[in-house]
């Protein structure tokens, strides 16, 4: 063999030793099912010197025998965009790595419930090059896929996350982040006057406000919804009663939005009822917490919220999807003018992106959807660093309230060096060089199909208020099923089915005050005659 055929020999064997940990795993992931590894925690930000640490639960059984099996960390270039950082979430990048890490499955740090914990330490710059440190390219937000595969082969399970790189602390404000966060389970009260609250949507909700009283509060707005808090306080269960001590205990640390009793629509909630569902909600709030909800902002998520059709607030906080369409796509990280169509009139808000509601998920990881929010943060800092930027995240509507994303979600948060949580003040306000961008509309409510039997059903419980008088608890119960049956939080099905539900409950109630048939007339005189 000559000289040159032997170089060639070993370049085609350095090659192939360079992508065969990479290969074979395309190849696998067409061919097999690779399982998802469960994150348990991670380290949420890296600086020069640090440790990458990811703690995933005992991977799923192998009948590959464990000395044949290991564990690879591979960091992969920063997303250039945050649209290439949201194709990281769902795809394995396709970039070559920067580093890969393996660590024998039988050498692997493991706690006595099977949970292993895998380590990737940084260069630090200023110290002599350590090939067992991985030496990043600058700040960002880099694609780590963590593999449990056969050595040098297929992979058998797989989790894709980021590492968020700060080699150093930055110069300039961080971007200012709030966070809103919803305090509701189902609609509970029943038509038929039952509650239907769950054990399990009330410990939800006691895990949460625990875990927020142990956390910082910064950033925090609290969202609760009136009709969730009645339902608890309407609870005899000792679930109940710990829910709301727990709900009381953070109302007096952390700004409480006020909310409508339940959202209404139009077109069956008129005036009355929605300024009726306004000051209910109010009354809840304060009665179950313990605190009067603050008017300094306002959060609009559904488009058939119908305080769309009145005038604004001076501060709001709106989800995208109910704008009218701009001509340029951008995250929205600084305070906007918000006005009707109808209306000259602007006020300031902030807009809730959808990709970042998104995270707030009920059939996700709820560790690892905290971890891909902060690294979507971060992404949207380092778009644009060093400047006075705001933005806020509203959960999706359907969101439960979970302590296991909001844990790592704000623990992470308050020890970020490039994010911060901010109050009101500070989220509303513009960089001293900017004033508030060209104002964006805000669409009217949505219309919904009208419910034949409303109409009567609302005459019916008016006429009933009159003769409840001395049992305030089943007028207001009444009172409070009539605001859920036009409520946009059961879809056009549902509430059909709920007023009808109402209207048997009305007829069942105007049945306890007919007087007897037999003898009535007899009665009557008798009872003039006594007079």
Do not use: C
């Not at 992969?76 to 290439?84: E, G, L, T």
Request: charged residues 20%; hydrophobic residues 45%.
């Amino acid at each position: 063999m000559t000289r040159y055929a032997a170089r060639a020999l070993i370049a085609a064997l350095a090659s192939l030793f360079m992508v065969v940990p990479f290969a074979p795993t395309f190849a696998a992931a067409q061919t097999q099912k690779i399982t998802s590894l469960e994150l348990l925690s991670q380290t949420p930000w890296v600086s020069s010197g640090g440790t990458f640490s990811v703690r995933i639960a005992a991977p799923p059984v192998q009948r590959t025998s464990p000395s044949e099996l290991e564990y690879a960390v591979s960091v992969h270039p920063a997303s250039s965009s945050r649209s290439a950082f949201l194709r990281t979430l769902t795809t394995r990048p396709t970039s070559a790595p920067l580093a890969v890490i393996t660590t024998p499955v039988a050498d692997a740090p493991t706690d006595e419930n099977g949970a292993v914990t895998l380590d990737v330490g940084m260069q630090d710059p200023a110290q002599p090059r350590d090939r067992s440190r991985v030496g990043l390219r600058g700040a960002g937000v880099y694609p780590v896929v963590v593999e449990l595969r056969t050595v040098d082969g297929a992979a058998h399970a797989r989790l894709l996350s980021h590492l968020i790189f700060q080699p150093v602390a930055p110069n300039g404000p961080r971007l200012a982040v709030g966070a809103v966060v919803p305090i509701r389970a189902p609609v509970a009260l029943r038509a038929d006057g039952t509650d239907r609250l769950s054990a399990g949507d009330v410990s939800a909700i006691a895990n949460a406000a625990t875990t927020l009283a142990t956390l910082p509060r910064d950033g925090v707005l609290l969202d609760p919804a009136p009709e969730t808090l009645a339902a608890i306080a309407r609870g005899t269960r000792a679930g109940d009663r710990a829910a709301l001590a727990a709900l009381q205990a953070i109302a007096t640390t952390h700004p409480v939005i006020a909310e409508p009793f339940v959202a209404v629509q139009t077109p069956e909630a008129n005036a009355a009822d929605r300024a009726a569902g306004l000051e209910r909600g109010r009354t809840v709030i304060t009665e179950t917490l313990g605190v009067v909800p603050s008017r300094a902002v306002t959060v609009l998520r559904d488009a058939s919220d119908a305080r769309l059709d009145d005038d604004l607030p001076d501060r709001v906080i709106v989800r995208d999807t109910l704008l009218q369409s701009a001509t340029q796509v951008v995250t929205a990280a600084a305070p906007v003018g918000l006005r009707r169509p109808s209306s000259r009139t602007i006020v300031t808000g902030l807009i809730a992106d959808t990709d970042l509601g998104a995270y707030f998920a009920n059939d996700e990881s709820p560790v690892l959807s905290a971890h891909h929010l902060l690294a979507d943060l971060a992404t949207i800092y380092f778009d644009n660093p060093g400047r006075t930027r705001s933005i806020v995240v509203l959960p999706t509507s359907t969101w439960r309230p979970n302590a296991a994303l909001l844990g790592p979600f704000l623990a992470g948060l308050a020890s970020s060096p490039i994010l911060e949580g901010a109050t009101l003040d500070r989220l509303y306000t513009p960089a001293p060089s900017m004033s508030i961008s060209r104002a964006r509309t805000v669409q009217p409510p949505t219309p919904a199909d009208a419910t034949a039997e409303f109409a009567s059903v609302r005459r019916t419980v008016a006429s009933f208020q009159s003769l409840l008088v001395d049992s305030p608890d089943v007028a207001q119960s009444f009172r409070d099923r009539l605001l859920i049956a036009e409520s946009a939080a059961l879809s056009v099905s549902a509430r059909r089915s709920y007023v009808n539900g109402l209207a048997q409950a009305l007829t069942a109630e105007r049945h306890k005050f007919q007087l007897p048939r037999v003898g009535r007339s007899r009665s009557l005189r008798d009872a003039a005659a006594s007079r």
